[in-house]
């Protein structure tokens, strides 16, 4: 053992492929949209609800990823993932659908980081030769049911997000060369600041992820100058503004490039979407495209993938609860990177 | 960092909410739907037997039926997120809120998804409606029992 | 008649404003604001206020939502007026009926006829 919560993968499990399927706001609206290997031009993605075409963009993703590490379903052992409806039925169905024996994971929007820890872990067992884990989300399934009906009109402020509506899947298989490894994970700690505004979930979630990401480092002995990137799930502007903060009054060097968040790139920071993207969905889109991307044409060769999750229920919310967040985080490295 | 200093730096950071702004917009919006409103109710004095006093209803269900509109084509959350208050408490926004609902959980059904959801949002506003009618009435009839004021 | 215009947008949008300030300053939901509004609505009607405002404002305050709870008294101090206590409970829809009709109607004609769709 590292530290309380902190695994070191001595096998180096890799990510053998990944793929991206995402709805119709995404392909218009996210510079990512190139990298992302399915689009829909309908919310609905051909199917009768949006609990379905969540379904379908998690069924899609999967059988994606399968045919780019040149694979078939029969070579998968197990499905790890989840999402942010109900039971996670989205997850369960498309579960059903590819027959893997199958691990439904919830931690919210950090789900994409958990269920790539869970299929190391696996792998790192000896337990599986292919794990296909990830996470997804789908904006009207979710919205609906934590906030309003879609059409329902009412004023969001600045410091709201956008739920993406995409799956990501990553193909985790024991360790190979050429592909990004995870050497690390820390699994988060839930961090409730107190705050209750669920309009307000990048400030909720901020000091989780500081929490998880000063946690890695101490275990890992690493600076954040180590890291070619350090890229937090769905802060969205505020968040990410305070993350910042509270790591540079902790003596870290907050430096331009290398700190990114997926909420906050996702739709371009465009102001129609106020703060930026959020939902499970947003992390996994983009670690499992543009950040493997750019781990496999050697940009990036150390890698801190920490996805926020805030672990609120719309009944906890309505209850006066206030929202408990959880950052979990995953380290990857890439040839060179290993030696860092 | 404790949740004090936390909070402290979350008001800072957290973008301030442009009242002024958003208090000319409501008035705006609000005005400019009531006055369409008050198209609507000359209409109806003008082209069927109806007075100032009882073209209220027609003219309510008027503007309901633009609601519909505006909502199905998607149009509604727009002015919603332009007019905040001023498109939510004229009685359009009664209308999109049990609209809304009544779209999105056409999924669940005609009886329990558009039957069951239809006052989800909109039901509490009946309730604390009736109950407070309710008792404002009760007070006022008990009231003028015992004299102390006319009808 | 101009005028009659001026002052529905007028007055209506001071009740807007009201329920900004109850969303903004207040930091209340959109529920608990159109709540607050129509229990006004109902209680000015109790002081016998809130027909006058009609007779001046017309649409400015038939629109807004707490004209809802003004009819809803209404419609009972009516009946109360005529039958007594009961007439509380049996007036209480006498005046209101056509916008809760209304919205029932139109809410069940638009699940037949739309899908929402997600666009920011």
Known sequence: ?340 | MDRQAYSQMEQQVTPKVPLGLNLMKAFLTGGIICAIGEGVMYFYMYFFDFTERTAGNPTVATMIFIAMLLTGFGKYKRIAQFGGAGSAVPVTGFGNAMISAAIEHRTEGYVLGVGGNMFKLAGSVIVFGVFSAFVVALIKTILVKFGVVGW | MMASFLIAFVVGGLFCVIGQLLFDVAKLSPGHTLCILVVSGAVLDGFGLYEPLIDFAGAGATIPITSFGNSLTHGALQEAEKHGLVGVITGMFEVTSSGISAAILFGFIASLLFRSKSRP
Request: aromatic share 10%; hydrophobic share 40%; with cysteine.
């Open chain 1, 1 to 340: 053992m590292v530290a309380r919560g902190v695994i070191r993968f001595g096998s180096r499990p890799a990510i053998r492929a990944v793929a991206v399927a995402a709805g119709p706001t995404e392909n218009k609206h996210s510079p990512f949209s190139l990298q992302f290997d399915r689009l829909y031009d309908s919310d609905l993605c051909g199917q009768k609800t949006n609990e379905q075409a969540h379904r379908k963009l998690i069924e899609d993703a999967c059988g994606l990823a399968l045919n780019k590490a040149g694979k078939t379903i029969s070579d998968a052992d197990y499905l790890v993932c989840g999402d942010l409806v109900n039971e996670m039925t989205p997850s369960n169905f498309a579960a059903a659908t590819t027959g893997l024996p199958y691990v439904g994971l919830f931690s919210a929007c950090a789900t994409s980081t958990s269920a790539l820890a869970y299929a190391a872990l696996l792998s790192e067992a000896g337990a599986s030769t292919l794990v296909l884990a990830g996470a997804a989300s789908h904006h009207n399934a979710i919205e609906r049911q934590f906030r309003y009906p879609i059409e329902y009109g009412f004023q969001k402020p600045q410091n709201a997000q956008w739920t993406v509506t995409a799956a990501g899947i990553a193909a985790v298989t024991p360790h190979e060369e050429g592909y990004p490894s995870i050497r690390q994970a820390t699994i988060g700690r839930v961090v409730d600041y107190g705050l209750t505004d669920p309009l307000n979930m990048g400030a909720a979630m901020a000091p989780a992820a500081f929490d998880t990401f000063r946690r890695h480092l101490e275990a890992a002995g690493a600076e954040p100058e180590d890291y070619d990137v350090i890229i937090t799930g769905d802060l969205g502007a505020i968040g990410t503004q305070l993350f910042r903060n509270m790591a540079s009054e902790s003596g870290y060097t907050v430096d331009g490039d290398r700190w990114r968040d997926a909420g906050k790139e996702f739709y371009g920071e465009d102001p129609s979407f106020f703060a930026g993207a959020s939902g499970a969905g947003c992390s996994a889109a983009v670690y499992f495209s543009d950040v493997y991307n750019r781990m496999m044409e050697g940009e990036y060769r150390r890698a801190l993938l920490m996805a926020t999750g805030a672990l609120l229920s719309p009944l906890s919310f309505q209850q006066g609860e206030s929202i408990p967040c959880t950052c979990h985080a995953i380290e990857l490295v890439m040839g060179e990177g290993e030696s860092r």
